[in-house]
């Protein structure tokens, strides 16, 4: 039909079923009609709609039209791609060259191009695409140009390529180039590669990665070296606590059982249960019962230094003389000695603060004893012994004796045992000044003195 019609002179008739059917036969025959009568733009439409990107190219490049030339070798093949980028590099367009050259996969005349017009961000994304194989003198080329420019990370990246990692490695710590995780994917070799200089390099992948704080990246590289003890090492550095807890129990191995128990006591286990229910949960599973012991002195310390409970303590403490008899440690004997006698002291001061109501003497006795043993500030205190003892003459309305203690303990620095309400009304009673800010002194008292009062 656009012969007939370009025949019988009806073109636009021609052109219409050309552009409806888009047959690559009729859009020939439009291009070399319009070839023949000198209308090079609607030739060169045509030639592209056929397909004929030979003759399209040859017209449009005869008559300099940039625009077609390029659009046209874009959807060409290699051979036309590398006529149009010797076009464009003849007429000093280099940015287009490279991309017809680079898309032709004529890399090494793309890059040379980028070398001569210095086109940094163009070179930088060929050689982001190069495969592993491409040449060496390639790379090095290329390696050598980026250095020249300062160009830290792409020289990195030529290395990697190069297969050179280990000098890869020591240029992103001089040059402080990040390893990213892609980067770092790229540098860890295959694993047909040896085992031994796989592992030496995913060793020194993982050490620069911690130098430069990328934590969870220098876990990845240890443990894909099988070092999980030093994964776990890393991790712990990054101070994420889900991924620790889950990385110890996957690693099922006593070391980082015990180093995320260790972790975990760092925490405000304190105040949050279910932290302390992991760190005796990874101690059970590591079967270190001296480090559950440890960690039951810490709880008896906390009980006594923040909420001033000893009986408390003397539970915990209880709980750690049973594990550390299980314990194979050198030092056990005698650090189950001291800890049984440490019971005993803290036993006696609870049992003293329990019958100061009822037999107040009885009580004054047993803190009397306690003051006297010189190691007593390794159980209890001497701050809160006192206090109680002041709280029994202060209820007996023995207020001299009381006084005198007040007087003693003010000297020793330790008026922030006693409750504050008590000593203000203790001078009160006593027409005595207050010379001191008792209001100042944090209060840190018993809260039995109102049931030892009733008692008595």
């Known amino acids: 039909m656009v012969r007939v019609y370009t025949h019988l002179g009806k073109l636009q008739q021609a052109i219409d079923v050309a552009n409806e059917s888009e ?36 017209l449009a490049m005869e008559h300099e039209i940039e625009t077609e030339v390029f659009s046209m070798a874009m959807e060409s093949s290699g051979k036309f791609m590398n006529q149009a980028g010797k076009f464009f590099e003849d007429r000093e367009m280099p940015e287009k060259a490279v991309l017809l050259y680079h898309k032709a996969g004529n ?58 990692t280990l000098k890869a490695l020591e240029m992103c710590l001089e040059k ?26 995913l060793r020194e992948i993982a050490k620069v990665c911690k130098r430069q704080g990328s934590y969870h990246l220098a876990t990845k590289k240890y443990t894909q070296a099988k070092d999980k003890a030093k994964a776990m090492k ?39 249960p279910e932290i302390m229910k992991q760190i005796m949960h990874f101690y059970t599973k590591a079967k270190a019962p001296e480090y559950l012991a440890t960690f039951y002195e810490s709880c008896a310390s906390v009980e006594i230094e923040e ?8 539970g915990a403490l209880k709980e750690s003389a049973k594990y550390l008899a ?36 009885e009580a004054i006795k047993l803190c009397t004893q306690l003051l006297e043993l010189r190691d ?30 007040v007087q003693k303990m003010k000297e020793q620095g330790n008026l922030e045992y006693l409750d504050k309400d ?35």
């Not at 001291?338 to 003293?352: P, S």
Request: glycine fraction near 4%; hydrophobic fraction near 35%.
């Open 107 to 164: 890399i090494a005349t793309a890059i040379n191009i980028c070398f001569q017009a210095q086109l940094f961000d163009t070179l930088g994304q060929i050689t982001d695409d190069l495969p592993k194989g491409t040449e060496k003198s390639i790379v090095n080329k290329c390696c050598d140009f980026f250095l020249s420019h300062r160009r830290y990370d792409k020289a990195v990246n030529m290395l990697v390529l190069g297969g050179d």
């Open 376 to 405: 007593i500030e390794d159980s209890v205190k001497r701050g809160d012994i006192n206090s109680l003892l002041v709280e029994i003459f202060y209820a007996a309305q023995q207020f001299q004796e009381a006084f005198a203690l």
């Open 422 to 456: 008590m000593v203000v009304d203790l001078y009160r009673r006593l027409n005595q000044p207050l010379d001191f800010n008792v209001a100042d002194e944090p209060d840190h008292g018993h809260n039995d003195e109102d049931d030892i009062q009733d008692d008595v």
């Open 234 to 272: 890393v991790l712990l550095k990054s101070g994420d606590t889900e991924k620790i807890v889950f990385f110890a129990n996957m690693a099922k191995q006593k070391e980082l059982y015990i180093l995320a128990g260790n972790y975990l006591q760092s925490l405000d286990w304190r105040t949050q």
């Open 23 to 58: 047959d690559p036969a009729a859009c020939y025959h439009l291009a070399h009609f319009y070839e023949n009568d000198g209308n090079v733009k609607e030739a060169v439409n045509f030639y592209a709609k056929a397909k004929c990107y030979n003759h399209g190219l040859r």
């Open 326 to 361: 299980k314990s194979t440690m050198p030092t056990r004997d005698s650090k189950l000695n001291t800890l049984k006698r440490k019971i005993q002291v803290m036993e006696d001061f609870v049992g003293a603060k329990k019958v100061a109501g009822s037999n107040p003497e």
């Open 307 to 314: 909420y001033n409970n000893y009986d408390k303590a003397v």
């Open 176 to 201: 402080k180039v990040t390893i990213t995780e892609d980067m770092s994917e790229r540098m860890t070799p295959d694993k047909d590669v040896d085992n031994e200089t796989r592992t030496k390099i």
